[in-house]
């Protein structure tokens, strides 16, 4: 997630950097120095050319769909024998990283009976990591056991069990809005643990690098309690002095939309600017909004918390407004002067998510998607369900998986410089693969793959294209400064010329 990517003091840019050292309780003197293993560097968060290799998942279930009452009439259940389809796909593509991840229609049941109330429940969502792919890694991992722990979520499922239309209930929606928020907020206060722990893990390591070359030990940094120990585990934005330069602590971060189906509602909870849409016949729904710091009600509460925003950044440096971890803006800066409440809410960058809800409409119900802004930096929620319906409808395409694949090659074609996960769940509505085609012919992804083969040449991909348009953006920024270089020699040697050149003496 590039664009909300801190530019200064950012952490791992991959969970298998971390530094762990030896038990931090063990007395230096017993330590054993580190055996061939080094502390990393900072390196550029871009690569040379993009890597291209997606993984991509596929599956689908029963649903049982729930019809709302409407007019005065009892809602009812629909056909039980539907599918719903699904896929994500994702690619690291420029980054040196990828720090995205994902949760797939997971079991959110841990008993038999929790099976059979919640059968035709399904959970998705999209991580959008930044600065280290821990804390999207994290999110994605604990997502579920989070969720069903929740009081709310336990409410939910007693309430379940008089039925369906209790998903349709004023009440059993006002659980699950809660459940999800609740979610959020302890995944927060999950990781903030995790990530401190990592940072002992890498204070320990230097420690004993400091030990290997006979350096000072009592150094404040490893000593606990004292400032300099403190600002590093309060996850202080201004690193102590005293610790040495370009040393990379963990601080990650991490967008996060999450879509909740119920027989009878879709619910989105949002934090950041991953994004969900919901495509119905002949129109596309939003089913998230981007946090950016710009924003009106953004801005706002940045300021009250006594932060700023300069060119669309938190503070200068963060590019949203709501995310997991990212705590300096959070716990790491509580005592500064600008501060005026310890509500998570009122962080200037806050977890706490906003939440839509949309009534399950069966006949106009098509798919919906969910994304990072790899995505939604070159594609509008109408661009996005276009392509989706022409590859549906027009072309005959049958496989959601490639859909997905289909989506990430046209960013990337529009060069979207960041990792890219595209996840599309398909309903009921959508009757898949009746596009008439003959047998022997290609169609959908793959022919749009042949058409490009023969357009641009059998060792032309969307890769190598914006690698040649990238080389070509560079070779024009070189003409231009080798211009202006010259422009400017130019301009100096002839100002030397007059200087040189004799005057002119009148007498008179």
Not at 37 to 60: A, C, F, M, W, Y
């Amino acid at each position: 997630m590039g664009n909300a990517e801190s530019h200064a003091g950012s952490g791992n840019d991959n969970q298998k950097n971390h530094w762990h050292g030896s038990n931090p309780e063990v007395a230096p003197s017993m330590r054993s120095p580190p055996k061939g293993r080094q502390l990393q560097k900072r390196s550029s968060s871009h690569l040379d050319e993009p890597v291209i290799n997606k993984v991509t998942e596929r599956g689908e279930a029963d649903v049982i769909l729930f019809s709302p009452p409407s007019n005065g009439r009892e809602g009812h259940e629909g056909d039980g024998n539907s599918k719903l389809r699904y896929a994500v796909s994702e690619m690291q593509g420029w980054r040196s990283h990828m720090e995205d991840a994902h949760v797939l229609n997971p079991n959110l049941a841990s008993n038999s009976q929790q099976a059979m109330l919640i059968k035709d429940h399904h959970l998705f969502a999209v991580f959008d990591g930044h600065g280290g792919s821990f804390a999207s890694k994290f999110c994605g991992k604990h997502l579920v056991s989070t969720l069903t722990a929740q009081k709310d979520w336990q409410a939910y499922l007693t309430l379940s069990s008089e039925g369906y239309k209790s998903s349709d209930s004023v009440k059993g929606l006002k659980f699950l809005k809660s459940a999800l928020t609740s979610t959020f907020l302890e995944l927060d206060t999950k990781l903030i643990e995790a990530q401190r722990k990592i940072r002992l893990d890498q204070l320990s390591q230097l420690e004993n690098l400091v030990y290997s070359v006979g350096g000072d030990l009592a150094h404040p940094i490893f000593l606990k309690g004292t400032q300099e120990h403190e600002k590093i585990m309060n996850f202080d934005r201004q690193y102590p002095s005293l610790l040495p330069p370009g040393i990379n602590l963990e601080r990650s971060g991490s967008t996060g939309v999450v879509v909740l189906i119920t027989p009878s509602h879709i619910i989105c909870a949002n934090a950041g600017d991953s994004r969900a849409i919901l495509s119905k016949k002949n129109k596309v729904l939003p089913l998230s909004f981007d946090h950016k710091p710009s924003n009106d009600v953004e801005l706002t509460r940045v300021e009250k918390d006594g932060g700023f925003v300069r060119n669309g950044r938190v503070d200068g440096d963060l590019a949203v407004s709501r995310s997991f971890g990212d705590f300096g803006y959070k716990f790491g800066n509580a005592t500064e002067s600008g501060r005026t409440s310890s509500e998570a809410k009122d962080h200037r960058v806050t977890v706490h998510p906003d939440i839509l809800v949309y009534a399950r409409e069966p006949s106009n119900d098509e798919f919906l998607v969910l994304a990072c802004d790899g995505i939604w930096d070159r594609l509008s929620n109408k661009q996005c369900s276009d392509l989706v319906h022409s590859l549906v409808y027009c072309e005959g395409e049958t496989d959601v998986g490639l859909i997905c694949e289909e989506m990430i090659d046209t960013a990337l074609e529009l060069d979207s410089r960041d990792n890219m996960t595209f996840c599309i769940v398909m309903f009921p509505c959508v009757k898949m693969g009746c596009q008439r085609t003959k047998s022997s012919s290609l169609k959908g992804v793959m022919k749009r793959r042949l058409d490009r083969e023969n357009a641009w040449g059998l060792k032309s991909t969307p890769a190598k294209r914006a690698q040649e348009r990238v080389q070509e953006r560079r070779n024009k920024q070189r003409q231009a400064l080798t211009k202006a270089h010259q422009t400017k020699l130019k301009v100096a040697s002839d100002s030397s010329s007059k200087e040189r050149r004799p005057k002119n003496i009148h007498r008179y």
